[in-house]
């Protein structure tokens, strides 16, 4: 690898820290300042890699680098604690969804009630006002950090290697191209399997020694929801395309894709209301001995389905804000 | 907290307090950010890359500084220099400086 690469990859990890305003023109001034230490420190021999990793090194972590261009009064969460923040997001949403989930478990194993749905769906307002509960705790916590820290958080110089830095990033709105065909032809064979094949999702069983099959899918439940699906995998695909023969994303582009993240999310969390999405009608007509000891199996894998649901809700909710803020960052 | 850890605290806090203005009187002539850490180093005095840049940044946006790029030696290099505003306030620092200076000077000779 060549020692300018290095030079490269490390301005691009600060500058993408930055706010789009001043990054170019960070990146030409550091990129020209590391040049010049790196004249002076070899003098008239060449330099080698371990010049340039030991002088990156002496410079210090990229994140320093960054966060010292960015004026702290400027966020709310700024970018010193911003990833930091989201990692602890992650983990504490993480355990509250878990934590909540398991109790309302806990409580519909042991409570008396006949209206076991009703139950459940006293489940999701709980999820969610304990999600958003976490949310604004961890956020005021590091707001409040942001306030009163006055650069004492320190970043850790040790912490980083140069050989470790990714790729520089040569443009922000760059194409994707392999994860957005990946996209495209996952969402097509959802949108056929959906469509044309909804019996074929089966659960299977043995019978007298061969494996047979039904169909696991609640149909009625399906064609409650599908039309909402269909809606959204055809406009993404339509977004893909567009996105593909433009070759770059654009501000309308971003903000679409997260619009349609957001629509996701709505159906999903109509489907944790809804009825469950797998029954076991088909195999009750197959074999009602088998559909009955599944039953109980079949009644915690419904209600798994809606925690997945919910889970799923809580990644999407994560990616949009991470999108958001990227729109943000790369635009003001 | 260590004695030399507390020295070397106080320490920075002053060197900071006075290296706008060191940076200020460097920049009467227009430098670019590398020749004038060297500079300042050269004088004696210490200023980590990560502090001058941002400060320099500051300073334009303050409207005391100005800056252009050139191309020099085929490398882009940004200069920086005062401007009318930046020379006006450099000349009411140095005085303030000085009267800091000799109030101090008087108060801690005064104690010996």
């Known amino acids: 690898m060549s020692k300018m690469n290095f030079i490269d990859k490390y301005v691009s990890e600060v500058s993408r820290r930055l706010w789009k305003k001043n990054r170019k023109d960070i990146e030409k001034e550091l990129k020209s300042t590391l040049e010049d230490m790196l004249e002076e420190k070899v003098g008239n021999r060449e330099a080698t890699e371990e010049d340039v990793v030991e002088l990156l090194k002496e410079y210090g972590n990229p994140k320093k680098v960054a966060s010292s261009y960015n004026n702290p009064d400027k966020f709310v969460i700024g970018p010193k604690v911003f990833d930091l923040y989201l990692m602890v997001l992650k983990i504490v949403l993480a355990v509250v969804f878990a934590l909540t989930i398991l109790g309302s478990g806990i409580s519909l194993a042991f409570s008396e009630t006949e209206n076991v749905f009703l139950e459940l769906l006293l489940i999701i307002p709980n999820i969610l006002s304990a999600g958003i509960g976490a949310f604004g705790g961890v956020t005021i916590i590091f707001a409040l950090i942001e306030h009163f820290s006055d650069e004492e958080i320190d970043i850790k110089d040790d912490e980083w290697e140069p050989k470790d830095l990714p790729e520089a990033v040569e443009d922000y709105d760059k194409v994707n191209v392999l994860s957005i065909i990946t996209k495209i032809i996952l969402i097509i064979f959802a949108l056929v399997v959906f469509n044309f094949y909804p019996d074929k999702i089966p659960i299977f069983y043995q019978s007298g020694g061969d494996w047979v099959f039904a169909s696991a899918l609640n149909m009625e439940a399906l064609s409650k929801f599908l039309p909402y699906w269909n809606i959204l995998w055809i406009v993404s695909i339509v977004l893909s395309f567009i996105i593909l023969i433009k070759g770059k994303w654009n501000l309308i582009t971003k903000i679409l894709d997260i619009l349609l993240s957001v629509f996701s999310i709505i159906i999903l969390a109509m489907m944790i209301k809804g009825p469950n999405i797998i029954n076991l009608k088909e195999l009750d007509l197959l074999n009602p001995q088998l559909a009955k000891d599944l039953s109980p199996v079949f009644s915690i894998l419904g209600n798994m389905t809606k925690v997945f649901f919910g889970i799923l809700i809580s990644v999407i909710l994560f990616d949009i804000v991470k999108k958001s803020y990227k729109i943000i960052k790369d635009r003001v | ?112």
Do not use: H
């Open chain 2, 1 to 112: 907290m260590k004695e030399e850890k507390i020295i070397e605290n106080f320490t920075q806090e002053l060197r900071r307090g006075i290296i706008t203005l060191n940076v200020l009187n460097e920049l009467i002539e227009p430098e670019y950010g590398y020749s004038l850490a060297t500079k300042l180093q050269e004088k004696g005095i210490e200023v980590e890359q990560n502090t001058l840049y941002p400060l320099l940044r500051r300073l334009e946006k303050q409207n005391i500084i100005e800056s252009s790029w050139a191309l020099e030696d085929s490398r882009q290099r940004k200069y920086y220099s005062l401007n009318e505003k930046g020379k006006k306030i450099l000349d009411k620092l140095i005085i303030e400086w000085k009267k800091i200076v000799e109030s101090t000077n008087y108060l801690l000779e005064g104690d010996e």
